[in-house]
């Protein structure tokens, strides 16, 4: 009988505290997205969705406040400070540029990162186990990630000797990739060619050195701004005739041939946990950074006829998904 009594006292401290929440004053935090707002609606749902399950509803007691970067770094310091005027309870940031701009602007709001290469290396945290500061959240593995991208890429394409690497040089994080794909490049006996740009308006320049540097194969490497203009990346390696590899399956779904990495729409369900402990009282020092667990290679098979390309079948057997 006693049990009955706890575990009865327990599910009404639950609802008690649910109800309390929704009937009190709205909770308010800001997210800043780098890219633009019709490129980011499913990671939005997504969150949104994660909210819902602790008892959080947008518009009634959750206010959020959108910020977008539209594939533009430099706009991010203004909007990242004009967020943390709003004295939000926490501020989520979509990639490292965006990340950084956060972490730039206050040492005192929390901060929930989501979609960040290498936290430890760009200076958002000390340590993915205890973070240290204000800021958490969660890591894509960008170093090591490009790393294993690169492997693929020039097992499942045949015949790579020179691939080129597009970088944003706004983005901290690309060098630290750089780095890494360069050691693995020794190792695989391939050229490595980092191509760097600014902004949307360089791809063409980019892929004219591409061409001019000899490249017969490609690496995106993860960023707010190239997936914010994914459509127009992949236009150019088609007239390039080049195979490329992405970071997620959002650039296949829209054309591009390849990716492998986690499936980032999960990435803001989770970043809702992140939110929901914060907004309890949880310090995001003592909060440890969330790396994913699962991977997943998607192939496009329609891109790879585009580019001249037949993807062998021990290949395809490799794949979770194949969009034909």
């Given at each position: 009988?006693s049990?009955l009594?706890i575990?009865?006292?327990?599910i009404l401290?639950?609802?008690?505290?649910?109800?309390a929440r929704?009937a009190?004053?709205a909770?308010?935090i800001?997210?800043l997205?780098?890219?633009?707002p019709?490129?980011?609606?499913?990671?939005q749902?997504?969150?949104?969705?994660g909210?819902?399950r602790?008892?959080?509803?947008?518009g009634?007691?959750?206010i959020?406040?959108?910020?977008?970067?539209?594939?533009?770094s430099?706009?991010?310091?203004a909007?990242?400070?004009?967020l943390?005027d709003?004295?939000?309870e926490?501020?989520?940031?979509?990639g490292?540029?965006?990340?950084?701009?956060?972490?730039?602007?206050?040492?005192t709001?929390?901060?929930v990162?989501?979609n960040v290469?290498?936290p430890?290396n760009?200076?958002?945290?000390?340590?993915?186990?205890?973070?240290?500061?204000n800021a958490?959240?969660?890591s894509l593995?960008a170093?090591?990630?490009?790393?294993?991208?690169?492997?693929?890429?020039t097992?499942y394409?045949?015949?790579?000797s020179?691939v080129?690497?597009?970088?944003?040089?706004t983005?901290?994080s690309h060098k630290h990739?750089?780095g890494?794909?360069q050691?693995?490049?020794?190792?695989?006996?391939?050229?490595l060619q980092p191509?760097?740009v600014?902004?949307?308006?360089?791809?063409?320049?980019?892929?004219?050195e591409?061409?001019?540097?000899r490249?017969?194969?490609?690496?995106?490497?993860?960023d707010a701004?190239?997936f914010s203009r994914?459509?127009?990346?992949?236009?150019l390696a088609?007239?390039?005739?080049l195979?490329?590899m992405y970071?997620h399956?959002?650039?296949v779904?829209a054309?591009?041939l390849?990716?492998y990495g986690?499936?980032?729409?999960?990435f803001y369900?989770r970043?809702?946990?992140y939110?929901d402990?914060?907004?309890?009282g949880?310090?995001?020092?003592e909060?440890?950074v969330?790396r994913?667990?699962?991977?997943?290679l998607i192939?496009n098979?329609?891109?790879a006829?585009?580019?001249?390309?037949a993807?062998?079948p021990e290949?395809?057997?490799?794949a979770?998904e194949?969009l034909?």
């Open positions: 009988m049990g009594i575990l009865t006292g327990c401290i639950f609802i008690s505290s649910v109800d929704q009190g004053q909770r308010r800001g997210i997205w780098g890219g633009m019709v490129q980011v609606q499913h990671f749902e997504a969150f949104a969705q909210l819902r602790f008892g959080y509803s947008v009634q007691n959750m959020i406040e959108n910020r977008y970067g539209e594939g533009k430099q706009r991010l310091v909007l990242a400070a004009e943390a709003l004295t939000p926490a501020i989520v940031a979509s490292t540029p965006a990340a950084l701009a956060v972490k730039n602007t206050t040492n709001i929390p901060i990162f989501v290469g290498d430890v760009s200076g958002l945290v000390k340590t993915l186990a205890r973070p240290g500061g958490t959240g969660l593995r170093p090591e990630l490009s790393a294993k991208r690169l492997e693929l890429l097992d394409v045949r015949g790579i020179n080129a690497v597009l970088t944003n040089a983005n901290d990739n750089i890494e794909l050691r693995v490049a020794k190792t695989l006996k391939v050229g191509i760097e600014e902004g949307p308006d360089e791809f063409e320049r980019a892929f004219a591409m061409t001019r540097e490249a017969n194969a490609l690496m995106v490497l993860p701004m190239f994914r459509s127009r990346i992949i236009q088609v007239s390039a005739r195979p490329v970071t399956r959002g650039y779904e054309g591009g390849m990716a986690p499936n980032e729409v999960n369900g970043a809702a946990i939110v402990r914060i907004l309890r949880a310090k995001p020092a909060l440890p969330e994913p667990l699962r991977l997943e192939i098979l329609k891109a006829r585009e580019v001249g390309l993807v062998p290949v395809l057997q490799h979770n194949i034909k």
